[in-house]
């Protein structure tokens, strides 16, 4: 059996809402780092 696979990552919040992929290079790793934040800190509904 083949796997594909990517080598993006997923940023998903706490209710599985898909908040976006980032590249696996620096410029997205920063990127992920910063939008993980913002994730972490939000209310949860």
Excluded: N, W
């Excluded at 940023?11 to 993980?36: I, K, N, P, Q, T």
């Amino acid at each position: 059996m083949e796997i594909s696979h990517t080598l993006k990552f997923a940023l998903v919040d706490a209710d599985g809402g898909l908040r976006g992929y980032y590249d696996h290079d620096e410029a997205g790793l920063d990127e992920l780092l910063h939008r993980s934040v913002h994730v972490l800190r939000a209310p949860s509904p």
